[in-house]
C-alpha cells in the first residue's frame, strides 16, 4: 500500500477532514478550480465519484452550500509522485511542466527535510 505524504499545513483544514489520500484525489481530479459543496448530497456527484462518498460526506459537513477553490498543490503533488516512484520525467509529464522545474522543487524539499533533521538534532 502506497503512503501518500502529509498535506502541506496551508491544506491542513481540508485534509483533515476527508485524509491525506482522499485530498491527493480530490487535488488531481479538480485542482485549480471550484467545485460546489451541495447540502444535498448525492452519490453519483463528480466530488464524490472521485474521492468517495464518506469524503464528500465530511467536505458537506464543513462547506454545504459553498465553492471549495482546490489547490493545484503543485510542489507536494511532486513529492507524492516521488515517493511512489515516479522519475522526474514521469512527474514532469504528469505535471505539465519541466524536468528542471520537478528538479528544483525536488531540491527544496529535500533541502528543507535536511535542516528540519538538523534542528530536530541539534
Known amino acids: 500500500m502506497e503512503v501518500t505524504p502529509k498535506a502541506p499545513a496551508e491544506f491542513a483544514q481540508i485534509a483533515s477532514l476527508i485524509g ?3 485530498f491527493f484525489v480530490l487535488v488531481e481530479a479538480f485542482g485549480g478550480t471550484r467545485v460546489f459543496i451541495p447540502q444535498t448530497l448525492n452519490r453519483r456527484h463528480p466530488v464524490a465519484e ?3 462518498w464518506d469524503a464528500l460526506v465530511a467536505l458537506s459537513a464543513a462547506f454545504a452550500g459553498q465553492h471549495l477553490t482546490v489547490p ?3 510542489s507536494w503533488r511532486v513529492q507524492v509522485y516521488s515517493g511512489r516512484g515516479m522519475t522526474r ?3 514532469a509529464r504528469a505535471l505539465q511542466m519541466s ?3 520537478v528538479f528544483h522543487i525536488l ?3 529535500r533541502t528543507n527535510d535536511a535542516q528540519l533533521a538538523l ?3 541539534g
Do not use: K, P, S
Request: proline content about 0%.
Open 50 to 52: 472521485a474521492i468517495g
Open 72 to 74: 493545484v498543490a503543485r
Open 107 to 109: 531540491g527544496r524539499i
Open 20 to 22: 491525506d489520500e482522499a
Open 99 to 101: 524536468e528542471r522545474g
Open 119 to 121: 534542528d530536530l538534532n
Open 89 to 91: 520525467q514521469q512527474i
